[in-house]
């Protein structure tokens, strides 16, 4: 049964959660609309850094605080990519990584390695944490590698703020993983968007997709044919995130609202904790963390040593 859009035309696409139908045109502005609503106003004037997978999110996100950056009074864009050196998808993100940089060829795009800014490749720590049998899956490693690194080039490039493509799937997920490995205050760190008034002098963090399903990227990239990397991780599998994304999809699938409750929920309750989180030098890489050693140096030392 063909659906008409609010303009006339044929409607295509939808969004969850809405019965309306929409045209290619009319979907891509009123998506757009969504994201440039969670978008805070004190990044106006900023250096904003954008945290790029190469992924359908994180490219989406870089093409719309592209093309919204003067509306946003962005200062200045920088894209930081992170090579875990996985070599299927390194092989893939070159291609893709060139061709965004003569899309958007007044971005500055920064890459690391692993190796570069933690003397170890992705695939080298999983193997020795595999042959001495750590309790460390893939993601694990490489999340909190991750989450360093992005800091890290985020201080180098000066930036103010970080923008990451989290979505709504992805911050259901982390809700769901962190109560069950029984650590739900996790939560806190993982979810938290602060304010400007919580800064100390770490770049802070912003995420406009935490509310927008994965499906409304997703006909959001068709309709606008930006290049992304389309390739699964032959880690992902061995995380527990992963049997997570299949449960929730199946929740999804029934009823919608399920995902976004759960995040708008947690959230809120997120914001009503917020607290400055202190942080100190890494005594080992003399990097930002809220413990005397961070978490990479930790998980580092104990698979290497
Ligand atoms: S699936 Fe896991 S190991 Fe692979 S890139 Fe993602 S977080 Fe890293
Ligand atoms: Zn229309
Ligand atoms: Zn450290």
Redesign the pocket.
């Known amino acids: 049964m063909s659906h008409p859009c609010v303009c006339g035309l044929l409607g295509e696409f939808k969004f969850p959660l809405t019965s309306e139908y929409f045209c290619p045109n009319c979907f891509s502005l009123k998506f757009e609309k969504k994201v440039i609503k969670r978008i805070p106003k004190y990044i106006r004037g900023h250096h904003v850094a954008i945290s790029l997978s190469g992924g359908k999110d994180s490219v989406t996100l870089l093409h719309l605080l592209h093309k919204y950056q003067r509306k946003l009074r962005i200062n200045r864009l920088t894209a930081i990519i992170l090579e875990?050196e996985?070599p299927e998808?390194k092989m893939i993100r070159r291609k893709i990584v060139n061709k965004l940089r003569s899309h958007y060829s007044d971005i500055q795009i920064i890459q690391k390695s692993y190796t570069e800014l933690f003397g170890y490749s992705?695939p080298r720590l999983v193997q020795q944490s595999d042959e001495q049998g750590l309790e460390f899956t893939?993601?694990a490693i490489?999340?909190v590698l991750?989450r360093h690194g992005i800091l890290q080039l985020s201080l180098d490039t000066k930036s103010d703020y970080i923008a990451l493509g989290n979505t709504l799937e992805d911050e259901a997920g982390t809700i769901l993983l962190n109560i069950m490995r029984g650590t739900p205050s996790r939560n806190f760190r993982d979810l938290i968007e602060y304010k400007p008034t919580d800064r100390q002098s770490l770049p802070l963090r912003f995420k406009p997709l935490s509310k927008i399903s994965e499906k409304a990227i997703l006909n959001y990239t068709k309709i606008n044919h930006y290049p992304i990397l389309n390739a699964q991780?032959a880690?992902?599998d061995r995380?527990l995130r992963s049997e997570i994304s299949t449960f929730l999809a199946k929740i999804e699938k029934k009823d919608p609202r399920v995902l976004y409750n759960v995040v708008s929920l947690i959230k809120k309750d997120m914001r009503r904790k917020a607290q400055v989180e202190r942080v100190q030098r890494c005594r080992s890489c003399t990097s930002y963390s809220s413990e005397p050693v961070c978490s990479a140096c930790r998980i580092i030392q104990k698979i290497m040593s």
């Open positions: 875990e996985i998808i992705l893939p993601c490489c999340g991750r991780c880690y992902a995380s």
